[in-house]
């Protein structure tokens, strides 16, 4: 048997299931006739900076989707205010106005994907991996 290849994207219009030995493709959204089925390669629980990341070292390609700062609402690459808990985006608190240095995002962006990775390596994370 032989599957069609689907592009990657970010914000993707299908989602995949893997039964057995088969891949299941399911439209996550209407698509007009006509229109590109896309996937997301990697977990789409992951920021965008990560999925790049991936992209870069395992598929070997820099991702092409619109870079948007909210990550569809969702906020996966903002932090939190170290004054008011409120969402930095990007550099400034959205409620406080407290601005969060570059440095700051950096490493609290680095403490995370430390965290990330000892979930991966750990048996009980197997759905983080795909």
Do not use: W
């Amino acid at each position: 048997t032989q599957a069609a290849r689907l592009n990657n994207s970010c914000v993707p219009n299908c989602t995949k299931e893997f039964s057995g030995d088969s891949l299941e493709i399911y439209t996550s959204q209407p698509v007009v006739a006509g229109t590109q089925l896309t996937i997301c390669y990697t977990g789409l629980l992951q920021p965008s900076c990560v999925r790049q990341q991936i992209f870069r070292q395992s598929k070997h390609f820099q991702c092409g989707c619109q870079s948007d700062p909210t990550e569809c609402g969702t906020y996966l690459s903002s932090i939190l205010c170290p004054v008011c808990g409120g969402l930095v985006s990007p550099d400034m608190c959205q409620s406080c106005g407290h601005v969060c240095t570059a440095e700051l995002q950096s490493s609290v962006t680095q403490l995370a994907e430390e965290m990330a990775r000892s979930l991966l390596v750990s048996s009980d994370c197997v759905q983080l991996r795909e």
